[in-house]
T-cell receptor, first 113, second 113 residues
Framework: DGGITQSPKYLFRKEGQNVTLSCEQN?????MYWYRQDPGQGLRLIYY???????QKGDIAEGYSVSREKKESFPLTVTSAQKNPTAFYLC????????????FGPGTRLLVL | AQSVTQLDSHVSVSEGTPVLLRCNYS??????LFWYVQHPNKGLQLLLK??????LVKGINGFEAEFKKSETSFHLTKPSAHMSDAAEYFC???????????FGKGTKLSVKP
């Protein structure tokens, strides 16, 4: 089955710790996206990548970093600089330059201990 | 700049009655508009999209939306609610040439037996 997988489902972060959220897709999509979802806020774009080895900041990139070394993988690191990391994180992918139809993963919920 | 406003944060209906979820948009040019649905603790799924063809757009699960330029609206409707429709719904506009998406804050739909 084609789709997007995100792991882990739940992730706990200690103060001052960096954590990495995994996102993998087997849809052969060129573009991938990371969103943050907070209650009553909708989804906000963190980073996106249109092709391998290239990515751009979204609306709320501060405190986050990404890499895109492989077409199928787009990991997101939440750094210690992100002071309010508790949220639901969603990864998505789309055909190159067809961002209007994005396919979403099941999400990772990040909690701070 | 493009934006969407979902007019209700929460809508409650009885099973078998009509559903109306309201969305207004702002765009400096003819927009591409979408509705996505999110069931609890899940990723998002595309319900329907408007891309300047027919103004009445039919989606999955019996939902449809009408693009009204004069009212800058893109309301989502369904003639008869089902218990399985209980979810959060997001109105979305495409961000222009980049193609990235801007999400509304969401409307939570509750369906009473």
């Amino acid at each position: 089955d084609g789709g997007i997988t995100q792991s882990p489902k739940y992730l706990f972060r200690k103060e001052g710790q960096n954590v990495t959220l995994s996102c993998e897709q087997n849809l052969n999509h060129d573009a991938m996206y990371w969103y943050r979802q907070d209650p009553g806020q909708g989804l906000r774009l963190i980073y996106y990548s249109q092709i391998v080895n290239d990515f751009q900041k979204g609306d709320i990139a501060e405190g986050y970093s990404v890499s895109r070394e492989k077409k199928e993988s787009f990991p997101l690191t939440v750094t210690s600089a992100q002071k309010n990391p508790t949220a639901f994180y969603l990864c998505a992918s789309s055909i190159y330059r067809r961002a209007e139809t994005q396919y979403f993963g099941p999400g990772t919920r990040l909690l701070v201990l | 700049a493009q934006s969407v406003t979902q007019l209700d944060s929460h809508v409650s209906v009885s099973e078998g009655t009509p559903v109306l979820l309201r969305c207004n948009y702002s765009s400096s040019y003819s927009p591409s508009l979408f509705w996505y649905v999110q069931h609890p603790n899940k990723g998002l799924q595309l319900l329907l999209k408007y891309t300047s063809a027919a103004t009445l757009v039919k989606g999955i699960n019996g939902f449809e939306a009408e693009f009204k330029k004069s009212e800058t609206s893109f309301h989502l409707t369904k003639p008869s609610a089902h218990m399985s429709d209980a979810a959060e719904y997001f109105c979305v506009v495409s961000r222009g040439s980049q193609g990235n998406l801007i999400f509304g804050k969401g409307t939570k739909l509750s369906v009473k037996p």
